[in-house]
């Protein structure tokens, strides 16, 4: 089943993210048309403390809302009048930050007597790829990596998510920037690991591969974190030197293979002929690489957005809200972040 825009008049959407460290504002048309992206990141702030600072990041979120809300409007030539609805991501994610945009989402819906769309912050990152290709229709397989989800998915149509396997530990982000701050790289490890894996050998040093049980679709990488960890200990007790190029590179190879094995596993399974990932892992060059070599080897189309959409920003919630809103789907003025709000319930 397909939904389609009944009303055959253009459907303007106010999106707002606050979920971690993105202060983003968008202004989407019909669900896919992006005329405004606003991002302010607080990365440089962030950075001094080695991670996002949940406090922190909240009074950053208040000092730039209005602020990237007045922005999103002037670049894409709109006014609040314009509106048709707002959306909003409710959770997953950091509950200060969260409720910094969905306080003001909620202000806006009821000033302008608008519906408020809660949006699942995983399923926008699903949608990034719809605003991509604007041909891309479910049902298909997407693997979401980002830096607290690793989801293996069957998207059935829209908003309809069968979930195969998720991490059991540690996200494939999270271990990205965890192994960069072991090795002094600084914050976010995800960039700088992809960038020196150019330079290295990625077949230097063995690292582990979980599969888990024949069958599985789980994910887990703290192992992995534990053997990097191991390794730089015990070469540096030998009075031996390694080069981080080829840690970072041979590292990066243990995570990429097994999101592609699984990915490409799953296709399969489910007969999909394609495969869409998504999250701010989605950047990294050697996973796109590694996964458009299989998926031609195996006849399955290869998605994934650029990189602007895959971390985090507000144009992939639009998406999610506007086909939330074709469903008929409305929040309460009294809807609540939800930190740890699970794929698939609303
Ligand atoms: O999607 P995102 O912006 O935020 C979450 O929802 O978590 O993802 C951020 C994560 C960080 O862990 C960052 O290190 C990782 O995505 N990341 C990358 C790359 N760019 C960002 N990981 C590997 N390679 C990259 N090029
Ligand atoms: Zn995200």
Redesign the pocket.
Known sequence: MSIINDEKKDILTMAIET??D?TSVAIVKNGREVLSNVISSQINLHKKFGGVVPEVASRKHIENINLIIQQSLEEAKVSFSNLNNIGVTYGPGLVGALLVGLSSAKALAYALDIPLIGVN?IEG?ICANFIEHKELKPPFITLVV????THLVHVKDYGEYEILGRTRDD????A??KVARSLGLGY????I??KLSKKGNKEAIDFPRAYLESGSYDFSFSGLKSAVLNYLNNTKQRGEKYLVEDVAASFQQSVIEVLVNKAIKACKEKNSDILAIA???A???G?RRLMDKKCKENNIKFKYPSKVL???NAAMIGCAAYYDYLKGYRAELSLNAVPNLKLGNK
């Not at 976010?188 to 960039?191: D, E, Q």
């Open positions: 979920s971690c993105e912050h990152h980002s830096g607290g989800h996200a494939a982000g999270e990205f920037d976010p490890g995800g960039p690991i992809d999250g701010g892992v950047a990294n060059e996973l895959c971390t985090d």
